[in-house]
């Protein structure tokens, strides 16, 4: 049981860039999530998905799209990298109010 | 729009110690959950406890409680016999009861366990 695996775990990128961040969970979650977390600040939601065929804006949704590909596969997208970009970033997964499980996060750096 | 306060950027213990690192947060829903979470240098996020806010009773996990102030709006964890390995960033997270379970996070606060 992996639970939550995201890749990659570290990654340079150009300014102007593209590229997917890819997220799968094998716990039958419905809920998906993507953070951020800069310095001082927390951990951030980008964007969501509530269940297989939804998406939702987090509170920091700019620069990002993501993809629900099915119950298990979450992927986030950053289609023109931007040094603001530069932060860790958490997929996680929940059932129902038991509280996000994480993955061990991917640190993006944006040259 | 939720908002979730950890005004302790850092705390120390010595160990064997007792520490309490503080949340606040402010929010109009009745029915929602909170949660503590550790970081340890690994980077991975690991639940340490969680709250209903229907519930009186104040969670508890070992050597982590909570005190639970519903009216105050604050839900501070309490480490009993404070561990090397509780050296971490907590946060603090709270979570609406119909919000599709994403969390809002407060800033964290860093413990430092000394030998």
């Known amino acids: 049981n992996a639970g939550v695996t995201q890749t990659p775990k570290f990654q340079v990128l150009k300014t102007g860039q593209s590229m997917t961040l890819q997220c799968a969970q094998d716990m039958n979650h419905n809920s998906m999530y993507w953070y951020r977390q800069d310095p001082g600040m927390g951990l951030r939601l980008i964007y969501y998905?509530?269940?297989?065929?939804?998406?939702d804006k987090g509170e920091v949704p700019n620069g990002y799209n993501v993809s629900r590909l099915n119950k298990r596969e979450f992927s986030l997208r950053l289609e023109s990298a931007a040094p603001s970009q530069t932060s860790v970033y958490f997929c996680?997964?929940?059932?129902?109010?038991?509280?996000?499980?994480f993955g061990s996060g991917t640190r993006l750096t944006v040259v | 729009a939720q908002t979730v306060t950890q005004s302790q950027p850092e705390m120390s213990v010595q160990e064997a110690e007792t520490v309490t690192l503080s949340c606040t947060y402010d929010?109009?829903?009745?029915?929602?959950?909170l949660f503590w979470y550790k970081q340890p240098p690994s980077r991975q996020m690991i639940l340490v406890i969680r709250?209903?806010?229907?519930?009186?009773q104040n969670a508890t996990e070992n050597r982590f409680s909570v005190n639970f102030q519903k009216a105050a709006k604050s839900f501070s964890l309490k480490i009993s016999d404070s561990q090397l390995g509780d050296t971490a960033m907590y946060f603090c997270a709270f979570m609406k009861q119909a919000s599709g379970s994403r969390l809002t996070f407060g800033e964290g606060t860093q413990l430092t366990v000394n030998p």
């Open positions: 929010t109009s829903e009745s029915n929602y959950y």
């Open positions: 998905s509530a269940s297989e065929g939804t998406t």
């Open positions: 709250q209903e806010a229907y519930k009186q």
């Open positions: 996680a997964s929940s059932y129902w109010t038991e509280g996000n499980s």
